[in-house]
Structure formats: structure tokens, C-alpha cells
């Protein structure tokens, strides 16, 4: 309610159109609705067109499967992140469309096709190890309504197979990078590319590498311009944020 | 230089329209130059247009001045970061144009006025501490050539605050949140908006806060999707990649 | 005892209504007597009117059981946090008033229903993954005889749900907050409120939040004064705490 | 502006005793106003009778100056905190009632004479190196008009000195305890009372010390319910808290 | 072998009572025979009287029965520590006096009975859940023949409970204090006794504990001179050495 | 292909002795080829002689066994790193000279032998405990061609057993070092040798060791220099540096 | 006051031998008196024979010179620990015998002259950069009254040289090991001794050493039994520490 | 002394060719000549030819000076590390040849001119604030007898110029990658040579750099083989390593 509108309601008011009560209940919620909450874009509560989303570690499969089951009476598309099989199973009862990406441990269920944008992100991944956190972020990527380009299996100890692929990542509109073990990745396509690009440090590796730290500290530190980190393993902020850029 | 490119050197060599000497230099640089490296932005070889960078820190004044001199015969906009006043006054004897930027430490010397973006950066700063920080970043962004709306002193403990500033920041094209102490206004402004945020946690507080690391892990840890996050007091780099993302 | 009757003491020795021995018995554990210990409150050994405490993590069932036996004799209300459910079913069979909060893990058993005291509690959490933390520290006020108010999944990414709520919240003598990832949900109620605000960073989250360290630093690194801190997932200390300040 | 308020306005303009410019006026900033903002307590924001606060840490002789002259405008008790001797000369000269506390590094002016409070706030202090915490507390408490004892050098080291302090520490309403090193002394305290305390971790200490993090770790980890932690050395924030407390 | 007798033999050779080849064998082990390994206490070659010691972790069940099995060829004590039942049951099979000390996780044989120090060590701990490390302390300093008294349950947070057994501890030649959590006992009986105390942390805690790092810096700062520090959990460590001060 | 190549090249399409699409073919992987990456050794692409090797941590049993499958092919030796036996059986079913080191958890399949070294590689380490390290070193060591000579638990406690076998160790071309707990191995060995010293933390220890940090600073702070070091528990990778050094 | 005397008094009253007034007087500080607090050696409050100790770092030179006048009164030896040069031109002002150990950093009044331990204390360092933390306990060690013997430039890069004074070090009744970098020297020390080994971890270093923590985690860890560890540069503890070992 | 030579010995004695006091001479250090001590390469003991080192840092110019001024004596090359100008005009006055490597602060004193090594080693450094390091590690390189290649400024952000060098990288026969911010320079050369690759992480860098670490984090978890670290900035070491190797 802006400004104008208040205006009309209070002449309204001094018109008789409206009552006290009436314009009252109106006013009461003012100083939420015109701050314009409805609007925000979260995890929870996201706009027309958007997914819900779910977060399923830690939560019973029933809790999953009740909450999908809620979503589904909203005819939303749905997309379940950190979800385990079992988890699937108890969902695919419920609602037979729904996918289950093993890999990228996501239940999808999409209710309303929406077209592909044109320009893509593309998700450039160092090692075989970094797939599941490539499979969650291309997973929320897709439901978002993005046309994504998965680049695998080119981390910096082979160098030329990150060059053979340059073309395909040069030209998308951003840029994800995931990469775990020293997390160089991030800086090399930062230096080779004048896109956004989102680094995701990965847990993977051993020792010295403390759970993704090592990575997560390299990538922080880049001497590439133009490289921001979200949190590690988070492969569903990646591209939530990627998605935000991509349809700027 | 693409296969048809070199199809058609090769047809000219072969019809005589092109000697093997001239070829030959023309094939010569082809690793480099159609790896595409002409194109790479990064902090020191900027694309036309773009300033010439200069990070000054663990640089002597006289560095920075033979730096700035040789920058001086390219013609380019110049930006040095990390800069005391020392580098500047050596710096200003060589170029009258030279300006400084005592809060953010950093000399700029702009030769091309270019027109600025229509989209604007919204740069939005918890409290008077973190002005250094907003400053580097404003002056990054600016001579970038992006339309920058500093927002600043709206840190979560007086929210209303952040609120009646919540429309500039809404409009932005891409926002920078820059916080020190717990970072809470990375998660509240990605909370509040659908754009795109870069989080810059800054070394602002004491104990605990460990020279920004509580702000930091604070911002990689957001609860709001759609935030990135870059070094800690990395103004530069903040502004560096909106920038990207506001002339995409 | 006090100077008073210890010179009193003394004239009954003196004026023989009492015998060396019998006064020297009285006499004997003075030291600790005297230094009051009696009034101390500690998980264990708590004044009259307060629970029983067991802390059972660490314990093996057969170990709870005894202890709850023991307390049994002494007729107090019991609370046994960190119980798992085993623990519980050993326990009800030696007791069948036993409750068992499976969220809160917390065993409660009540022997001498307490008026609750007028001023209540307010427990505000961020997320439905901090509700385990929640309800530990909601048995906790209850069986120390506070009301309490949750306040749950108002976290910052929507900040329009917490303010929905701020009246229950402003309206309470002291304030829990609990949160985990970033922890930003203490600074944003401190900064609304003007009572104490004890803060719980809880374990959730991944990667980065290391645990809980995330929204600990955040914590003590509050903007917003009036904010004190916990141990990580310390539901039981924030509610004890909460409890000696609502009784103030 | 509450409900019936509104209801009032709207009254108003319905009867015609209040044009509808004014009344869109008066309802414009219901927002922030009805939120109750004005009432939030925070370090620059204080409600009447308290002091304006400036954390001078980070802030130039000038910046200071100019600020408390212009908090001096509007005639409140004005503390500033982290203030070195030159601050406080620069102070002096706009105003001759400002005080110094060298060890705690504060300013102090009083503008206002207030009632003291009946109850006392009760400062613990292990040993000499953490007077400078402990001045900054005492200071903040008093300015806010608490009465207050101090209770210094009684370290766990000695432990029959704390002892013979008891009954003063016992008296208060709300305990700061501060300690550094190992910061053994807020459990030992914690196990001795039954009122709220409030644990500051100090700075005081070498090698594993880690600038307070064994102090910070040790009053978290505390064995002994009702000990609540705030940041490393922040004397003002403990004093903050147990003042909110001290006046329910 | 000293110099004396190196020169009795080489007079001995000269002297033709000794022939070349047998002085020879003689010297060949010379360089470390004299420097008087033989001598050496550790972990595993200790001299006679003393117990053979294996620590189990991370080996086999098998591994651990055919070390035991060989080391029974040579008639000395044993002590195994962090060994599970399993382990005991291999053992005891091949060694029926063999015995296991559940909550300490020893093994223990005893071969040759000896008799006890008069001295001997006190062990004190904190809580109920440092138990395990009190045993494995206690089935060390036995077995090594040390008399040991156990003072368990005086945490800091009932203090009197500590000083009703000041008698016990004083009386000790040296002590041993266990404690998780904050550890802080060790710095208030560093601050009773005049006897050299031997800190061990513990892993017990949670949160913010960092599995004993708060105990280990608390201890490590404890602001009582005499205090030293073994690793986290290591009650074996902690007995070998009082036992060595015990015996001087 | 140099220069004079690329000149000849070009003439002989001028002298149409190679068609355009000939010479376009050979042009075509210029950037890559030039660059020589066909010479690069890494972990998956190794020149002709070298083992194919995979690290299976991390994959499932199948995706081990199809590499293998796939690498058998290609008639190289293959060496699979962390891999467990049930991974060990499904490679067996496919290539029955599949040998399995328990310990050391490789698989390696010879299908060319090749001459071992005349120099050879020492492998010292402290404990027993160290021993799955050892083996997967020496495993590496030994499929990579390498004579290795192995001198285990030999650690500092026990220091006259290192020096007994000082001889083989200062044979060496190259010495590994593996040691956990404080790794005080690499410093001494490092004293008493002139040959290269490749470093290897261990994980082995328990409390402050932070699973194998302990062993890792000590090795990166080591007084004696010729020491560098590997991450936690790198066998692999130790060897593979040290094959490298054997062979130059 | 024991039991006896308690019953002694009382009969007096009862007898009328003593008033009641005067026995209230003899039993009111019964609780300190009686838990022996008289009989505590600490850090200040040292028994007759002890000198008084400062630790001067964090003070002022006037605070410095005062204590050490009060001191003076008292006519025991005196220690001050972390003390400059201009600390100790203010002390020697007041007392002509005050002595100053540059490297150690101690200012040393000797009143009493006692005669020194018949053992001796064991000084044992790894390299000239360590000699501040050996002064030190030197120092501390010696006014103590012990016998001292310092063994220097030991460290175990050459350890031959630690070899040719091993007779001095087992001569010990207990040895202080002080070092820096990885502090391997305790754990080789530890094994060629059988008395109890108190390490120093050291600040010497630089770079992964982080100011001592590298060398305090290697003596935690020790694989040598018989090794307990003070703090980073904690000469003063070791030496304290070693002299109520000696004089058992 | 051998076998052979003692038995000799022991015959001249048999025969009286040689008295017993004569041959108890010869034996009396044989522990620790026929340890081989004499061949022990150290940072201070060094064989022929090999220059004395000394590390400056931590040491007053006249200790530096009075050491220089000992080594003069032997004739020696003589590399001094970490010296600051002062030191190095002191030194300068002694002998006049001294040279000063500003950037690597280094002083160097060649007696002995030496043939280089054909082999060379190649130091590749990332940016321009790593040049100290490079400068340092060249030095000792060079004294050491070895021809070394500086190739400098090939940071990955621009990593076609990293490319232009690589024959010169790839001709040495050992290299040495020296870089600060994250690292990842170490990898990518790692990824592109077949020699051992020594890796120095620089503390270059801010805020989550924490002093090196992100660099020393990335090079431990390299994911190409053949990399081995030595401690943050330690030019020298990694020299010194390369050194060893280069001679084999």
C-alpha cells in the first residue's frame, strides 16, 4: 500500500465510502505488507514460477514426506536438497512424478514446465570425487529455470583439458566452480574467463584438508578477480546465486 | 584466430596472396592469442576501457611511482589500492590529476571519462568502521564505470535503519553488504532482496572476532540463499565482480 | 551458622545446657557449613523447590536408572537432559510419572507441582532444525517453574515472521535466542528489545559453521549490547540461566 | 501508535477535525514508529536517562570530538569507550566536566545526576592485569546508574581471598566475573552463587593464551549452570547486560 | 662400559688374558651399549621391575594376544591400555590372571607382586565423566607399584566438596588432576598443595569443548605455579610420570 | 612442432604439397600439442612404463572395478590407492593377477615388468602404528620401478635402534619419513643424513595430536634442513615425489 | 585448629577458663584458618625460604618499583619475572644488591642466602635463539635454591652434540627441555632419560610454527612417557615446577 | 673407525706396537666418530665446500658480526639469512667482500669460488610481493654452487605467461614454486613438470590468508603428484632441499 493508496482510503474514510473499522483493518497490517515483505525471495517462501525447496538433512522422512505433501496442494515444482533415498521412496508414494538424483541426492518434482533461459551457467567441476556437489547445484540450477553446461573432470594437474573446454565456459553468461582437495581451479578459470564466477570448495580430499577448509581458504584468497565463495559443498547456493545472475 | 580463420590463411598461403614469412608470424602467437588471453581481465592486464590496477601494499613509494609512470605512457584510467599518502604525493608530482581517496587508501587517475551504467551498485555498510571498506569499494566501482548508491551505518542492532533504505537497495542491479563484528547484515539484506549480494565481512571488532573470521564464517554460513562472499576487507574485489554482474 | 549462633552455642556450653561433645559435633562441619554451601545452586546440588539434575550423555542406562532411584527417595521434581530413549524406558518402569520430550531428549518427572511464576520466558529460535535445542531449554524453564513463550522459525532470511511476533517477545522479562548457521537472529532480537538476551549458537548447519563455531562467534561478536552467550547447543544453560533472572 | 490511536485518527478525518494531508502524514512513518523502534536500546540509540555511547577504538582525536559536541547538543550523560589520553584532551577542551579513567580508557560525562539503583552489580576480578576490563565495567555501570562493588584480586590461585569475599559477592543482585589467563574464576564464582553471572574473558596471558581464547573457552565450557559469556576484554558490553538485569 | 673398564680390557688384550675376537665383540656394541641405552625407560623397554606396556589402539585383536603371548616368555608385569573387551577375552585365553578394568580399558598382568611406595599419588577429578581416565591413571600408577588414592566428584562447581578432602591431597607426594569441561580444578589445587601437580585434560564436554582443547588451554594457563600438562585423555602419560617423581 | 616446423609446413602448402585441409588438421591442435602436454605426468595420464593409478576412496565398488576394467586395455601396470577388499574381490574377478595389500589398502597389477632401480629409496618410520602408511608408500615405490628398503619403528623414544640402522638409511638416494604423534623422526633423520628428506605425517595419536596436525607442523618446523613435507598420511604421494628424485 | 583443639577451647569455656567472647573470636576465621590456607604456596604468598616473585610484563615502572619496595620490608629474596631494562634502574635505585639478567629478563634481590640442593636441575636447549626462556628458568630455578646445570645448543639437527653431555643430563634429579621449532628435542631427551621431563615449548620460529604452538603440540604428543609441558616461553613454570620436584 | 680398523687397534696393542693409554685415546670417541657424527650435514655443521649458515633473525648485530668474524677464521663461503642492513654493515666493516641482497636480505661472503652445477634449478614465483622469498631461496641456491633460473611474475590469474616460460621451467632439473594468496601456482606447474617440485607458500596475502596458511593449506592438498612443501617463507629451505637434490 503506497502512498496514494493510503490517501484514497483516508478520503474514504472523510467521504463516509469507507468505514472506521473497515479502514482500520486495512491499516493494521500496513507496516508489513508495505514493507513489501511479500515480495522476498528465501528459501521458504519464494515467488510464482520458483520451486519450493526443501533442506532434508536432519529432518525424519516423515517430516519430508509430510511437508512435500503439503507443498504439492500449492502446484508448485518442488526440489528436496541433502535427500536420501529412503526419503525418496516415502515422497514417490505421495506423488509419482517425483526424480531422484542419486548422486546429487535431490527429489525434483516439477509441476509447471517453464522454458529454459537462453544464456546458461556453466558448473566447471575439478575431479570425478566433486560429482555430488556438481549434481545438487545442476539439479536446483534446472528447476530454476536455467539451462546449465556441465564441465567435468578438468582440474588444474591436466591443464589442457580445462583449455579444450574454455570455448563452452567462455560462453556462459556465469560461471560456477567446484573444486575440492586445493581448490587452484577457481582461480585458473577466474583468470581465464570476464564472467561471474562462483566458487564452491568441496569437502573433498583428506588430511591437511580439514573438511573442505583447504579449498575453502584458497578460493577466499584468489588472485583471479571476479571469484566469490559460498559456503562448502553448498552446491544449492551456487546456483540459487548463479540462477539470480543468469536471469539479471 | 578460429578454424575458418586458419583455413583461409592456409587458402591465401596456398594461392600466393600471402607469403609463408607473413603467415607464419601471423600462426606464431596462435597459442596465446587464440587461447583467447587478450581477453582475460584480470588485476593487472584490463581489457580497453578498463582501468590499470595497481595493489600497493609491500610496494616502496618509488615502485608505485615507476609503476604509475609506465601505466602513464598506455593512457589508461588508473586506480592503486592499498595506497598511504606518501605513494599518492609521489604519485601526484607525476600526474596532477591524481586523486585520493584517504578513507579508502586509494589513488585514481582517470585519463577517459566514460559514460557511467544506468543499473546501479548498492553499497550497503553496517556501521562507521566499515567506511575504509566502502570507500575502496566505491572508488573501485566508480572508475569501473558503474552508478554506485552508498547505503551505510544501517547495521542490524537499529533496523529500522536498514529499513527506510530498503527501496535504494531494492533497485539496485547487484548489492555489496559490508560488515564487520558478527556480519548479521549479509543474512537480513539477503533476506530482503532478490539480487544478487556480495558479502565483504571487514576486520572490524575485538576478541572474539579474530580479525574478521567471525564475519566471515558469518556470511559463508548465511541462511540466505542468493549471497556470496569475498576476502575479508576486500572492498576491491567486492566492486570488481558487481561489476561484472551490473554490465552483464 | 552464623556469629549469632555460634556465640549462643558457646553460652550453652558455658552455662552447661550442652554438652562439650554435642557442641563440638555442631561445631565440626562449620567450615563448610558456614561457607554456606548449602545455598549453592549447581546442576547437582540444588535448593529446595528445584529439580534434580542428570546430566546423561556419557552414562550408561543402568547408571541413570540408579541415579533417578536415588532422587526418587529425596521426593524433588527430576530433569535428566540428553536422555536418550532407552534411558526413558528404564526409567519409567522404576517410575511411572516419567515424561519423555523426544525432541528435547529430556526425562521429566514431577513430584510437587510449583505456581509457574508470572512473568514468562521468551524462546525464539531461528529454524525448524534448532527445535531439539529449543524444547531442552523449554523443559529446563518449565521444571524450574517459569512460563515460557517459543517463538519458532523466525529466522533473519524472513525477517517479517520474527516482527510479527515482536510483541510476545518485547512483552517477556528475559529472552533465549537460539540459532544455528549464522547465528544472526541474536544481534537483529538484541537490537529489539530492552531485556537480557541469553543467545544459543546451535550445531547446524555444514561445512563452514564448523560445528556451531560460526553462530558462537557471531554471537559474542553481537552489535547489539545486551547479549550474552552459552556454550553451542547449551539449551539447558540458557533456560537455567534465563530461570535466575525471570526469579530476580 | 497503537490501535486505538488509529482508530482515533481515522475518527478524525471522518468528522472532519483532521484534514487528509495531516493524517497521511501522521501515518507515513507508522512503519518504524508502531515497530516501537524508538524504544530499542543500542549503543547510539539510548533511551532518556541513559548515556550516549561512542566505542572511540578506530576513530580519530577529530571524529571524536565532533561527536560527543554534537551529543553534547542535546544535554544526556555521554560515555565513551576505548579512548586514549589524547581523545580525552581534545574532549576536555569542549567540555570541563569530562573525566578520564586511564585504566579503563573511558570518558565520562555527566549531565544528568540519577538516582542510583538499591541493588548492586558485583565486579569479580582475578588478578591485577585485568583492571583495565575491569574500570571499563566499572565505569559503564555506574554511568548507567547502578551502584557497584568491585572485588579484585581474588584469582583461584589464592582461593581463600575470594572466600573472604563472599558476602559481598553474594549481596549482589546481578556478578560480573572477570579473569584471564584460565579464567578458572567464573566457574569457582558460578558454583558459589545463585544470581546471574556474567563471565569476561580477558586478553591477559602469553603463549597458549592466545590473546583470551583459554580464558573464552574455559567460562563456556564452565562446569557451573548460570554463567553466561560475553566477548574477549569487553567490559562495557558485561556491564551493559548486568545493568538490563540490575533494573528488572 | 667406561673408560676404566675399556681400559681393563685392553689390557687384558695386551696382557693376552682376553683374545682379539673377544675383545672385539666386546667393543663392537660399544657406541650403544655406553651410551647406556640398556638403560632406557619408554613405552616399551623398560627395566626390570617394571611393566611391559602395550597401548592397543589401532592394532588388532590378534596382534595384541601374540604381543602379549611374547612378552609372558619374559615373566614381567604387563599393562595394556585402550584395550576393548575383545581384546581382554584374546588375552585371557592365553593368561588367566589377566585382568580388565572396564572404564580405564586396561589390561593387566601381574607376574612378579612388588611391594608399594609409602608415598603416594593422589588422583583427583572433576566429575563422574572423567572416570575412564582416572582408571586408566590409576591401573598405571599400581601397576608400576605406587600407592594411589582416588578423590573423585570434587568438581569446581561444589567446591566444598574439594576441600573436605584438602587432606588426603596435601598428604600425597604428587598429584594427578583430571578434568574436562574447563578444567578448571587444576588451577585451584595447584593453588592448595605445594606438591608438584600433574595436569591431565579431558575430552568430556561438548560445543565449544573442541573434544578437550578448553580443558588442555585452561590448564596449560593455569595461573597456579607447580601446574604441568599432559596430552588430552592421556592418564597413562600422567601416572608413568608421577610415578618416576614418586620414586625419586 | 617449432617454428621451423610450422615454416616447413606452410611452404609446402604454398608448393601444394599438403592440402589445406591436411595442414588445417595438423594446425588445428596446435595450442595443446606445442605446449607438450602429451608429456605431462599427473595422477591419470602417465607416460609409457608408469602404473595408471586410482584413488578409490570416495567411489563405489563398481566404478572402481569399471576402471580397472577399462585400464586393462591398455596393458599398464595399475595401482589402486584407500581402496577395501571388497573392492580388492571385484578386481580380482576380472584380473587375476590382482594382488592386495592389506595394510597398506592397495591393489596393484603387473603387466610389464620393468628393472627396478640400482638406487634405492629408504622408508623410515617411527611405530607400528604408522604401518598402513609405510605399505602404501612402499607399494608405490615398488610398482613405480623403485628398489625400496624398509626400517620400521625406529622411533625417537627409542633412539639407538634408528641408529643401528644408520647405514641402510644413509644408503639411500632418497628417505621418506613417517611418523605421527610429535614426528620428531623427520628432524633427527633429517640431522643425520645428506640425501633429500620427503616428510610424512601420520594421523596416529589421539587429544592435541588433531589427527596428525601435531606430526605436520612439527615436520614443516623441523630445525634440520633437506626436509619437505607431504600432506597427512600421503604414502602415495611421498613415493611417487621420491620415484621421481630415485630416477633423476 | 584440629579436632583436639576445638574440644580444648570448648572445655575452657565450659570451665569458665575462657570467655565467651574471646572463644567466638578464636572460632570466627575458623574456616579459612582451618582449611590451611595459611600453608599455601602460590604465585605471591610463598612460604619463609621462597622468594616473592612479580610477573612485571603489563606493568608500569612505577608499579614495578613500589611492589618491589613493599617487598623489600618483608626482607625476603625477590624474583621479577618479564622485566626491562628501566624496570630494573628504578628497582636498583631502591636496592643497590638488585642483579639483572638481560637475556633472561629477571631482576633478582637475594637477602637471604641459602644453601643450594645437593640434586641438581637440568637445563637442556635446543638452539641460542631458546636462551631467554633458559635464563629465565635459570633464574627462577636458582633463587629458588636449586643446583643448576645448563646444557645449551643442543638441538637435534646435530645430535652428537646432545650425546656427548647425556652424562650431565641423567645426572639430574629432573630435567627442564626447552625448544622451538618442532621441539623434537623432549621426545629424544625423554627416551634417554628415566626422570620426569618437564618441556617448554618455545616462540622461536616462524611462519606454520605460529608462535610456539608448533612446538607445543609436538611435546604434547610425545612418544616419550615421562614428558608433562608448561606453557609457550613458560621458563618461570618449568623451573618452579622442576624445584618442588627437586626438593622432594 | 670400522670393524677392520678397531681390530687393527686391538692387534697393535696385542703386539705392543701401541701403548694402552695411546689406543684408549683412539677409542675413547668412538660412539660417536664411527657414528659417522663428522659427515652429518647441518644447518650450521657443514662438509667442505658447502658455505656456514647463519641464521640472523633473533640475533643482535654483534652476535652476528662476532660469528661472521669465527667462520672468517675457517676460511669458508659463509651465507647469512634474515639480516637486516645493520647487520650487514657491521659485517662489512670485517670483510670487505660481503654482499647484501636487499630484497632477500641475505649476506653473502664467497671465499672459495666454486664451478656451478650443469643443472640448474628453475624458482618460479607467482607474483612480485613474493620476490623476498625468491631472492633468499636464490642466494642460498647460488652459494650452494648451483646455476639457478628465475622465472617471476606467472601467476595463475594471467596463465599465458606462465605458459611462455615453460620450457625454461620444464629444462631444470628441479623446481621451486613460490606463491602467496592461495597457492595454486604450485599445482598447475606441479600438473606441467616431470622433476620434483618444491613448494614455498608466502605470507603474502590478507585477511583469510592468516599469514600463509590458504597458501601452505593449498600446496599440502596439491592434486598433482610430485609436490613436497617446506615451511611458509623458507626461501632457504627450499633451496637448500633443491640443492640436494640438483647434486645427486
Known amino acids: ?6 490517501k484514497e482510503l483516508l478520503e474514504s ?3 463516509n465510502k469507507l468505514n472506521v473499522d473497515e479502514a482500520l483493518e486495512k491499516l493494521e497490517d500496513l507496516p508489513f505488507k508495505d514493507l513489501g515483505f511479500a515480495k522476498i525471495d528465501n528459501h521458504r517462501e519464494i515467488r510464482v514460477g520458483y520451486p519450493e525447496v526443501i533442506y532434508c538433512e ?8 509430510d511437508i512435500v505433501k503439503f507443498m504439492l496442494t500449492k502446484n508448485n515444482n518442488i526440489l528436496g536438497t541433502r535427500a536420501n533415498e529412503e526419503m525418496y521412496n516415502a515422497v514417490k508414494e505421495i506423488c509419482k ?4 538424483n542419486k548422486l546429487g541426492r535431490t527429489i525434483t518434482i516439477r509441476k509447471n514446465e517453464q522454458p529454459l ?12 570425487s566433486d560429482l555430488p556437489v556438481v549434481e545438487e547445484a545442476f539439479e536446483t540450477a534446472s528447476i530454476l529455470g536455467n539451462r546449465v553446461e556441465k564441465i567435468t573432470d578438468v582440474g588444474v594437474a591436466g591443464i589442457h583439458r580445462l583449455f579444450s573446454k574454455l570455448d563452452v565456459i567462455r560462453g556462459a553468461k556465469v560461471v560456477i566452480v567446484i573444486a575440492g582437495m586445493e581448490g587452484a581451479l577457481a582461480s585458473v578459470v577466474g583468470g581465464l574467463v570476464d564472467k561471474p564466477v562462483i566458487a564452491v570448495p ?27 565463495v559460498v559456503n562448502i559443498d553448498n552446491g544449492f547456493g551456487a546456483a540459487y546465486n548463479a ?5 539479471l
Chains 1, 2, 3, 4, 5, 6, 7, 8 share one sequence.
Open 1 to 6: 500500500m503506497n502512498k496514494e493508496e493510503i
Open 117 to 128: 533461459t537462453e544464456n546458461y551457467i556453466a558448473i566447471v567441476a575439478a575431479g570425478t
Open 58 to 65: 536432519g529432518k525424519t522422512v516423515e517430516q519430508v514426506r
Open 202 to 228: 568441496t569437502s573433498v580430499g583428506y588430511g591437511a584438508n580439514f573438511g573442505g577448509i583447504a579449498a575453502l581458504l584458497s578460493m577466499l584468497n584468489s588472485c583471479a578477480s571476479g571469484v566469490s
Open 243 to 247: 540462477s539470480i545472475i543468469n536471469k
Open 13 to 15: 474514510v472523510k467521504d
Open 97 to 100: 512424478e517425483a526424480k531422484y
